[in-house]
């Protein structure tokens, strides 16, 4: 779990950022390394929940780090553009409204709740490093 009950009591009080594209997020914790810029790589855990918190997909659960490239298109647009501007260490609630989440929904699963087409997802992401890029980069 990124963000535990006592997370989740100290995110009613934490500012609320929202983007232009309507994705809106709360910092968890700010990291102190490095921060992507698109096409840079990044390797995070993520947590995918519904807007009513119940989870349907996990890094965590599968037990393996996530490694993307910022902004090539390889995951969910809500995703893309909510790791943008976070540092390394760093753990951040996406609101990710549902024009950029999964526009043809999530089919249930075992131990998985469906995700309607186009509807709102929430994740929680953790940074755990940008390859190649350190401090002294930026």
Known sequence: M??????TA????TEEVTLPSGLKYKDIVVGTGAS????FQVVCHYIA?????RVFDSSLDKGQVYDIRVGAGQVIAGLDEGVLGMKSG??????IP??????KGLKAAA????VPPSSPVVFDVKLLYVPGL????E
Request: glycine share 10%.
């Open 98 to 103: 549902g024009n950029m989440a999964f526009p």
């Open 111 to 114: 131990g998985r709740p469906s």
């Open 134 to 137: 350190d401090d002294a980069d």
């Open 10 to 13: 100290q995110l009613e009080s």
């Open 49 to 53: 929940m519904t807007p009513s918190l």
């Open 36 to 39: 992507p810029r698109v096409g």
């Open 2 to 7: 990124l963000c535990d009950a006592d997370c």
């Open 90 to 95: 760093g753990i951040r609630r996406l609101y």
